[in-house]
């Protein structure tokens, strides 16, 4: 797995997911919460797991954040 530690702090909107890897983040499952349509100021935590839709050829279905 990538390292996706850069990731923790920064917003959905600084990742800028959707661009660069052609997915879209749906939901962020964090502490046993789903947050679903994340706002795009919402930022990355350790531990987060993150739940996208895109092409399945180029992309994971969800990606944990350690």
Do not use: C, W, Y
Request: aromatic share 6%; glycine share 4%.
């Amino acid at each position: 797995m990538e390292n996706t530690e850069l990731f923790i702090g920064m917003t959905i909107e600084d990742a800028n997911q959707q661009k660069h890897f052609k997915i879209i983040l749906v939901a962020i499952l964090r502490n046993e919460q789903l947050l679903s349509n994340p706002d795009l100021s919402e930022k990355f935590q350790r531990g987060d797991t993150l739940i996208f839709i895109g092409n399945p050829k180029k992309s994971s279905i969800s990606v944990p954040i350690k």
